[in-house]
């Protein structure tokens, strides 16, 4: 079959047969020669030349100190265009596109911003962009990347200008147990109309059981940060009007203030109770000539009240005023200060309230610079005038002054008022009767949003009147010594009152249940976290 | 006998006789016109021309209400001279000067000013006078008068430009009990050497029964107007530098931080237990990201200690935050903030700590704008310099912390001073151990005239290590879930550090005993008033 010992020439279909064989191996070897480059890059690859630009870092022992400037993500804006920054964000959501590219919502409190991460040679490797997109949300991480102008407003962030451009991701504190519920689900609008099935709703219940999670949302960040601005507005007001913060004890030797429910501890080889009020210390503070006092401090109520208003513990924001002449002068005090906690909130805060209607859908809290003031028995008539039985107006109750609340905000356009001159009969043993008619007192209740925020009056210091009064509610003087001595010792007329700094909250963002405006609150059923 | 029939002339002794009986009868008409004047004077006296311009007031029922401007004390000066005033006062002492002046101390918590009244026709009656000098001391007065300059100083009152001349005085509140002691006894020096049976000294159990009495003090109205201002400033630097005030729950579901000693409370069916600090709420609050936190609330410790810086109940400030690099960050955050509460009080409150110098004399507390910064080791050296056994130096016990600072103030010139990584042994299991040598810790303790102020550390964030931490001390990880869950869910690092105002404000003003700086202290054996 060989052509060279001279025999017959090739065919030419021989020829053909050759040339395609040539042809074909050297597809062969080009295709091997491929394959051999390709598994060659492939290699390359898992090189992985990303590494030390991601990973979990060793837990966080303060080994070094460099004094790195960290971003605040709410301060970025297009002006940052191509700068470096270097930030600690949770990650609220992550998604891979592909397997070359990354988009995460990184959140610090209130603020979000878009983050993404793609592929690029000698820089973000495949592996680095797998391990972003593994991450679990809620991760908390360190980021560092370029600021970079957004073509277009981002509206799944709560900064729309910027997105940033990863160049390292480094994993500070990772999640090691299933997330009960996703922040996502916890942020949904509590009074959008709920389509069956279209997602989940989280209840009260499990949040409060899983408080750390749900604070996070940006709701919650809101509600504890006008929380915060509630108490601050409170006392720089007092503060500025010549008040001076005390701190009273709250382990009593006695049961305080007849008939409520107090909380009995274990006191060494005796008893104590838990203050249910600072109303005696105050007072005290006065008689020992303190002149004007306030407190924000826990009080305690055992009462067995499953509502969405009552807790066990809550924070009170108590006052207590000399008088000069008239207890209109405290009444007018409280009027004041509770108008520059409004206008503060509504001036500085307009951010956080924006945060929370997004959740709590509510018209904005009304109120007027001159504050409607009726007394009992005007707003006995108005509720008769609006077809509430007279009889069953000895005393107001929550349903009928909730209705209270709606005839005003028809007549007066607020959200914000006071009733005053309670009857007697409705006040505690320390109230002062009125001096005309002993079955009135000069007592006032303040109301927002049809809601009791607060309860005040002015208290009799007449030793001996105060025996008579308590007498006549039965309560013991000679239970009630240390308090009734600072009165015998000399005491100025004086009033005051005592702020749920919880329902201010509650209902100036219209939460409908005061848990929601407690850190980790306490009823008679919860005790956790 | 008569010589009217003509006879004899009278004789010469009969005519002297009859001259003499003229001048008797004269003599005797004077006296009797005399005596008739002088009653006539006496009953128009008697009428008590002072009517309308003194007495008791009816008791205080909010009348009227004329807005009627009242004066300050601590605002009178002699550019006043002339000026009509009206205030309301304590008189602090009253003195007669014969029947016709009588001297009031008038007083306004920490100001007096000196007030007289005399005799004078047609408007201050003798009757008015003497009722004046029969008020007793304590009872509260409303005056009326003429501020005139004193035509020298007045030593015996905070005011010595001026006095008050009284017009009108009427009682506001009297007093119905015996005072158990003078305010003047109990504002006496505490350090100045006793004289025997010179005067009373008030003991601190006594002052503490009739705590509202004690705190009329100008020292006590002084020591608990700087415990205001020490809260004050310290929110006004957290708020500065972004921390937001939060409000955890005293009432626990379990008893928190092992070991320590806890209040039990009667919770309804169940049983409650009394926050010992806000360590596990504020950590908590980090890990649902509130970054910066703050809590100014009581602390519950049933501990049976009877020293003189004990007590079941005290004031916590306390704060917590994140951490970007190092937990110098927090140490170096609480050094200034200790700078500007320090700073703060000498700068705003020179008066009422001169006030307290007067009762509590003391070396005025100095700091250095460098914080001396000593590591354990490096006190424990100290310590062994200075002559103290190593072998008992395993911890520093209240003796040695005296002996420091005593060492350090000789070495720095300078009350206050910080010590960091502690054996790791001595601190409770949530503290970051130092990332080198596992025997020591990232925790630090400030100190004030070498006592303990402030104790805190970086802690540990990551929730396997800190199981294992709970464990290494005998805690139980199951019993403290709500706690941990926070942690599996993602927690940045983080540190903080817990103060006892109430220690901050005895030291600051070397009261010597922390009860003096508590409004109503309670400890094993008081819970009254």
Known sequence: ???ADGGDAPTKSALKKAAKEAEKAKKKAEKAAKAMEAEQARAAADEDYSVGRYGKLPMHQSQSCQNRERTDISTLTAQDDGKQVLLRARIQTSRLQGNKMVFLNLRQCTNTVQALMSVTKDTISKQMVKWAGSLA?????????????SPEPIKSASVSEVEIHILELWLLSGIESRL?????????SETAPEVEGQFNRVLLDTRLNNRVLDLRTTTNQAIFKLQHA????FRDYLNTNGFIEIHSPKLQGSATESGASVFKVDYFKGKAYLAQSPQLAKQMAIAADFERVYEIAPVFRAEDSNTHRHMTEFVGLDLEMAIEEHYHEVRDLIDGMFKAIFKGLKEKYRHEIAVVRQQFEAEEFKWEEETPVLTFKEAVDLLVEDGVDREALDDINTENEKRLGRIVRAKYDTDYFIVDKFPLALRPFYTMPDPEDPTLSNSYDFFMRGEEIMSGAQRIHDPDFLCEQMRAKGVDPDSMKGYLDGFRLGCPPHGGGGIGLERVLMLFLKLNNIRRASLFPRDPKRLEP
Do not use: Q, T, W
């Open 230 to 233: 509630i108490g601050n507005l």
């Open 137 to 149: 949300d809620e991760s908390i991480v360190l980021v560092e990347g370029v600021v970079k102008k």
């Open 180 to 188: 009960p519920f996703s922040l996502e689900d916890a942020s949904r």
């Open 1 to 3: 079959m060989s052509s």
